[in-house]
Structure formats: C-alpha cells, structure tokens
DNA sequence: CGCTAGTCCTGTCTGC
DNA sequence: TGCAGACAGGACTAGC
C-alpha cells in the first residue's frame, strides 16, 4: 500500500520524536518479527537517533548497531497516539512506548508487512536499488537498468533492486506522465523516452509527497489522516473514466500480476 | 541470469 | 440478505 511518497510522509511528521527514549516495546504477535540480530529488550531505555526512510521501509536509529525497521505492506500503517489512548482497531501488532507521551502504533491486517531488528543497516539495504529521488538516480542510470531487457518497462519500475520506492500507483503515473505504455519492452524505450520517464518518475513522486501521499483505501499517515494525491490521478483506479488529456476511456490490464492502468492514445 | 506465476494474509466490494 | 469470487499501494520463491 504506502509507497515513498507514503513513507516519506509518515517519516517527516515522526521527526518530532527523534530525541525520545523507548521505554518499552509490545509485540503483540511474534510472528510480525522477521529479523531479530539481537532482543527486543536491548532496545529499552534506547534514544531515537534519527528517524529515516530507505525505498518503502521505515527506520528508527537507536544506535551504531542498533535499528528498529518497519515495512508496511500492502496494508500497513504507522501512526502516534497519545499514550494514555488505547489503539481502537485490530490487528495492531507492535506499539511503542516512549518517555514524550507519545506512543507508536504499527497495524497491519494483511501481515504483507512486518518488522526487522537489524545491526548493520548498509548490510540489510545492500541489495536495495537506487533513491529515486537523489542525485545518483541519473537519466543515464535509468537507461543502464532498462537497457537490453525485455519485461515490461512497468515490471523493472516496481524491482526495488533496481530502483527503492515505487509502487503500483506510481508507476502507473509515472507512465502516463512520461507517454510510454506500461507493457512496452522495457529495452525498446528510446533515449528520449528514457530521459522523459526518468523526469516524470521524480515529478510525480515529488508531488505525491507534497500532498502528503495517495489514500486509496487504507493508507493514513503519522497523524492517522488521510492524503491528498488520490484527488490528482491520472489513470491509477481510473478504468473506463475518460483520460484527463484526451477523453479516451482508461484501460485496465494485468501486468506482472499487478493492476495497470493507461490510456492507449496518449501512451505508446 | 531474466522472467512469470504462485504464494503469503484479511477486508471489502460486486454480482448472482 | 447470503454467498462466492475478484481484487487490493508488496515482495519473496520456485521453476522454466
């Protein structure tokens, strides 16, 4: 569900708590813990060093050797709560409890997501592709990943080894800003297709962000309140209403496995 | 190695 | 109203 513009919004708005101290933590289902490099206990009594995002994960610095990360899934949503409320809904798998009087709550009813204590960060995002929206994703980067390959451009957007932080929604928009048909072999893009995707991919995911992401059905950000780019898609969710450029109706296929959408008129 | 299909889960919506 | 089936912002894996 929440992609980088999702988490880089749930990021932001926890920045207030870096400082804090982890009083303790509950893990409500231990299943939700898929890496433990050491116990939970260790992190008790820890300070929020730093709070950060890397593609769609959710990282709590607590130490040279010490991160506590969150992936949201599909589902997945992290929000504070004043520590005196009790979390309303189900399936909240992990809160924390910090001395600010604030508590972090971490609720996911697919378990797509889950939770990882990990020493070396570099080691664990080692295989991660790169930061769309940093200096080193360049054009010519673009054109290294995409060149020669035959799978749908689509499919090598969503490869978090190859590019961190785009999800469905956004891919799809990416597209459809850039011209380019999802289900073009990807090695079949031209230069200039390649330098107008790579523009589009950072102006939608910049606006994604500035409207504090896509609520589509569960998403919620640290605030638990909704976002605001649902109301500026283009194509995502939009199948059979008319394309906002040239009225055509929105085509839905399935590529990947994964719902697509596009206009066949303005992309090729 | 590149690529596709299947799998993990629960909740919600659609159509009969 | 009930029920079956499809579908959902993700990402691993097995197998061709």
Redesign the pocket.
Known sequence: ???LP?VETIVRALQSNVGAGIKHIEIKREDILRLQEFSVLELQGQNIKNIRRR??FLIFELGRDLNLIF?L???GRFYMLASAEEPAE??VHVIVHLNNGINLVYQD????GGVWLVKERERFFRNMGREPLSPDFSATYLEDILKY????VK??L?N?NLISGI???YADESLFAAGIRPDRP?GSLSRQDIKKLHRSIRKVLRQGIELRG??????RDAFNESGGFQDYLKVYGRHNQPCPQCGQPIERIRI????THFCTNCQR
């Open positions: 569900m929440p992609e999702e593609g769609k992936h899934g599909m589902s189900k399936h009813p697919r378990r797509f390959r035959k799978a749908p499919n090598l969503l978090q999800g469905n929604i990807a896509t609520t589509f059905r569960d998403y990947g496995g994964r719902s």
